[in-house]
């Protein structure tokens, strides 16, 4: 029988982000010409990730069976959730349930700070 203990800690490593992510040495990855976003940090178990979004940008709607917590740090966003749409503002935040579909419209350019359970190997890839 194969020993693959050596290859968990490989994986679980990989899957690791360095301790001290500083926003401004963190590759922006253009998502299209409207959305960035930056990965800031992240474990195997939850993950931390910064989604700018320019006047129009549209985050499609979709699905994961990830738990997402999110924040508006900044702009206005029109965000639905299954069947709700609500405008959402700076201070607002928001829960997506695992496989719930999302998606939202920005109002007013913004940054959205997304939190997610486990990780989004994905966005990583």
């Not at 409207?34 to 006047?55: N, P, S, T, W």
């Not at 129009?56 to 749409?85: A, L, P, R």
């Not at 959402?88 to 939190?115: E, M, Q």
Request: glycine share 8%; aromatic share 8%.
């Amino acid at each position: 029988m194969k020993d693959t203990t050596e290859e968990n800690q490989t994986t679980q490593k990989e899957a690791t982000s360095q301790e001290f992510l500083f926003g401004d040495q963190v590759a922006w990855e253009t998502i299209d010409p409207k959305l960035k976003r930056q990965v800031l940090g992240y474990d195997d178990k939850i993950m931390l990730v910064k989604v700018a979004f320019e006047e129009g940008g549209v985050g499609q709607m979709h699905e994961h069976h990830h738990s997402q917590v999110t924040y508006v740090e900044s702009g206005e966003f029109e965000m639905t959730i299954g069947d709700q749409t609500h405008l959402i503002k700076a201070g607002d935040s928001y829960y997506v349930p695992p496989h719930a579909l999302h998606g939202c419209v920005c109002k007013k350019a913004g940054v959205l700070i997304d939190v997610f359970s486990p990780l989004r190997e994905d966005f990583i890839a």
